[in-house]
């Protein structure tokens, strides 16, 4: 439908379509390929040892998860940027000792 749709404009216009992307082809991501979020977010066990969570697209959206988490799983949490390898190290509450 999008494709009658724009050969439509184009006609109606005297432009003629093409199939070029607006996204250079170094950048583009074959289909059917799945992009990971570069940040991953591990609690650290009584151990010492990273337990993986998930990952998030934003480290702002990384840091209010932890926070969401903590709240219902209080401890030490870490939070990776997988293209960097830094690391931001967040202690979350206890809320229930206080």
């Not at 959206?61 to 799983?73: D, I, S, Y």
């Not at 967040?90 to 206080?98: G, M, Q, R, W």
């Amino acid at each position: 439908m999008f494709v009658q749709f724009r050969n439509a404009c184009s006609y109606e216009s005297g432009l003629k379509a093409d199939n070029r992307s607006a996204v250079p082809s170094y950048l583009a991501v074959p289909i059917g390929v799945r992009v990971r979020p570069p940040f991953r977010i591990y609690k650290v066990q009584s151990d010492g040892n990273p337990h993986f969570v998930e990952e998030i697209q934003t480290l702002d959206g990384a840091e209010a998860r932890v926070r969401e988490l903590g709240k219902v799983w209080p401890g030490k949490y870490i939070i990776e940027n997988e293209e960097t390898g830094q690391r931001v190290f967040i202690s979350t509450p206890d809320e229930t000792k206080n």
